[in-house]
T-cell receptor, first 115, second 114 residues
Framework: AQSVTQLDSQVPVFEEAPVELRCNYS??????LFWYVQYPNQGLQLLLK??????LVKGINGFEAEFNKSQTSFHLRKPSVHISDTAEYFC?????????????FGKGTKLSVIP | EPEVTQTPSHQVTQMGQEVILRCVPI?????FYWYRQILGQKVEFLVS????????KSEIFDDQFSVERPDGSNFTLKIRSTKLEDSAMYFC????????????FGPGTRLLVL
């Protein structure tokens, strides 16, 4: 079984400042990692994913994340946030083995960008 | 861009009543999912569906729940006798095929059981 911890439930940050949203996972097997974003009244939208290869993954809207296997982390970063980045961000994992595609999510981090 | 849609956006029901939550996955997608999020808690997997049968389900998905693909476009979640603890946001998701990793989520249905 896997689990995901997002330690920060809310992160306020000023516009144009950098931001890092933390995600740690626990798993006894190899995993794939995902970040989803949920804007108000919308569904979960995939920001980026790590399946294999380079540990630095770039996604949409200028976000990137780095997979760190030794620290079992997959933190999300953006060098300069915009007001439009205000949303809730979810980290998720799934067992990379065949047969199960269910995603295990963290509790989410609400990013508030302050003008 | 194609998207997953869900209806209704909000549903209020009395305890013990049956509810059906509807989803229209992205056309030509083959794999379908339901997740739920109780207020303040994590998004939790409920069930996955492929080739007209359940391929995986969680412990939450007990006998009061059922899923169906009644036609070529809809994917439904039925809760037979709702309980107060079923109050949650229910998300539908679809995935194109076994080679594609991304699950595309709908906007959710907020269910409130009174």
């Amino acid at each position: 079984a896997q689990s995901v911890t997002q330690l920060d439930s809310q992160v306020p940050v000023f516009e144009e400042a950098p931001v890092e949203l933390r995600c740690n996972y626990s798993s006894s097997v190899s995993v794939y990692l995902f970040w989803y974003v949920q804007y108000p009244n919308q569904g979960l939208q995939l920001l980026l994913k790590y399946l294999s290869g380079s540990t630095l993954v770039k996604g949409i809207n200028g976000f990137e994340a780095e997979f760190n296997k030794s620290q079992t982390s997959f933190h999300l970063r953006k060098p300069s946030v915009h007001i439009s980045d205000t949303a809730e961000y979810f980290c998720a994992v799934r067992n990379s083995g065949a047969g199960s595609y269910q995603l295990t999510f963290g509790k989410g981090t609400k990013l508030s960008v302050i003008p | 861009e194609p998207e997953v849609t869900q209806t209704p956006s909000h549903q209020v029901t009395q305890m013990g009543q049956e509810v059906i939550l509807r989803c229209v996955p992205i056309s030509n997608h083959l794999y379908f999912y339901w997740y739920r999020q109780i207020l303040g808690q994590k998004v939790e997997f409920l069930v996955s569906f492929y080739n007209n049968e359940i391929s995986e389900k969680s412990e939450i998905f007990d006998d009061q729940f059922s899923v169906e693909r009644p036609d070529g476009s809809n994917f439904t979640l039925k809760i037979r006798s709702t309980k107060l603890e079923d109050s949650a946001m229910y998300f539908c998701a679809s995935r194109a095929d076994r080679r594609q990793e991304t699950q595309y989520f709908g906007p959710g249905t907020r269910l409130l059981v009174l």
